[in-house]
């Protein structure tokens, strides 16, 4: 499984988890990893250089990308199309900008303390350390922040989104923020994959 990064992980075990125990057909990536029955690969934002680097051991493989915005979404989408061309290979392009925009905000705000507002195309790590930030500093805000505190906090709300903040949802809350069924459709797709294995 093709991954952008280590907190693509983090949430897909932890949301796979969470549908499993909903629909026991639906697979539980932490439990496939456990069994090694999957293996992730965290590919650092670079999927141009994994269109076809794994294709020699000849597996099935699931590839998942952030949207992102245009133009680098459109190059995704071209990437996706070549490698749905390769047999027993799946890639998708989330409807959102991440992983993160999935999470339900009273998820967030269990963690964090914080009412975040944020839409299907906004940065929320973002959104949430920045709101997190303020919500500590009275006599500071966010913008006054450097480039690399911002980053730094930034790269926090991030790990904690993909970690504790799914841990607090719930299969309403992620119906409410997921009505069309994404993940589980993906997650529809690593099943059919893995049966090939």
Same mark, same amino acid.
């Given at each position: 499984?093709?991954?952008?990064? #280590?907190?693509?992980?983090e *949430? ?6 969470? %549908?499993h125990?909903e ?6 990536l ?9 293996? @992730? *690969? ?6 141009? =250089? ?8 000849q597996?099935?493989?699931f590839?998942? +990308?952030? /949207?992102?915005?245009p ?8 990437? !996706?199309?070549?490698i ?9 392009? #989330?409807?959102?900008?991440? %992983?993160?925009? +999935?999470?339900?905000?009273? /998820?967030?705000?269990a $963690?964090a303390?914080i009412?975040?507002? @944020?839409?299907?195309?906004?940065? $929320? ?7 997190? @930030?303020?919500?500590?500093?009275n006599? +500071? ?9 911002? $980053?730094?906090l930034?790269?926090?709300a ?6 504790? /903040?799914v841990?607090?949802?719930?299969v309403?809350? %992620? ?7 994404? !993940? ?8 059919? %994959?893995?049966? #090939? =294995?």
């Amino acid at each position: 499984m093709v991954v952008e990064g #280590t907190h693509d992980i983090e *949430f897909l075990t932890r949301i796979s988890t969470l %549908l499993h125990a909903e629909q026991p057909a639906l697979p539980d990536l932490a439990a496939m990893e456990g069994n090694r029955q999957l293996i @992730f *690969f965290p590919i650092g934002g670079h999927p141009r =250089a994994w269109i076809k680097r794994l294709a020699p051991l000849q597996l099935a493989e699931f590839h998942i +990308y952030d /949207a992102e915005r245009p133009p680098e979404s459109e190059q995704r989408e071209m990437l !996706i199309a070549q490698i749905n061309r390769r047999p027993r290979c799946r890639a998708v392009l #989330t409807q959102k900008r991440s %992983l993160e925009n +999935y999470l339900h905000p009273r /998820a967030i705000e269990a $963690v964090a303390d914080i009412t975040p507002t @944020f839409g299907d195309q906004d940065c $929320v790590a973002s959104e949430v350390a920045q709101k997190v @930030f303020d919500s500590r500093h009275n006599d +500071y805000c966010w913008e006054l922040l450097d480039h690399r505190p911002r $980053v730094k906090l930034r790269n926090r709300a991030k790990h904690w989104l993909n970690t504790s /903040a799914v841990e607090q949802m719930t299969v309403p809350l %992620l119906q409410e923020r997921d009505p069309d069924g994404e !993940i589980i459709s993906w997650l529809e797709t690593i099943a059919q %994959l893995a049966e #090939t =294995a």
